[in-house]
């Protein structure tokens, strides 16, 4: 089982940017499927976005298409969630989650490791 340490999480106005990473440790990283999930409170999440294990395919949302990139350092154990133009919507706890498969879903019970998620609020 993954240990998921999500950061990067604070407050940022209307229209800045975040990049939130997300690492474990472990040998076999490059085996994992990973995803961003955002929980915002009170309503179900949108902007999912997902990562094959090698990185070599990436799935997101229609909502986050466009401002919200997902990329991994295999190297370091680290994957990212680059989210530029942010808004107040965007507000929510990400989380991090992993599957031992590298085919990667967007579907949330699909992955079996989660981390303790991390604060994004978006406010003037």
């Known amino acids: 089982q993954l240990q998921l340490v999500e950061s990067g999480g604070g407050l940022v106005q209307p229209g800045g940017s975040l990049r939130l990473p997300c690492a474990a440790p472990?040998?076999?990283?490059?085996?994992?499927?990973l995803g961003w999930f955002p929980q915002p409170p009170g309503k179900e999440g949108e902007g999912v976005s997902c990562?094959?294990?090698?990185?070599?395919?990436?799935m997101y949302a229609d909502s986050g298409k466009g401002r919200f990139t997902i990329s991994r350092d295999n190297a370091n154990n680290t994957v990212y969630r680059q989210m530029n133009s942010l808004k107040p919507e965007d507000t929510a706890v990400y989380y991090c989650a992993a599957r031992f498969d590298t085919r990667a879903t967007m579907t949330l019970s699909w992955y079996d490791d989660w981390g303790q998620g991390t604060q994004v609020t978006v406010s003037s």
């Open positions: 990562i094959s294990g090698g990185g070599g395919s990436t």
């Open positions: 472990g040998s076999t990283w490059n085996y994992y499927a």
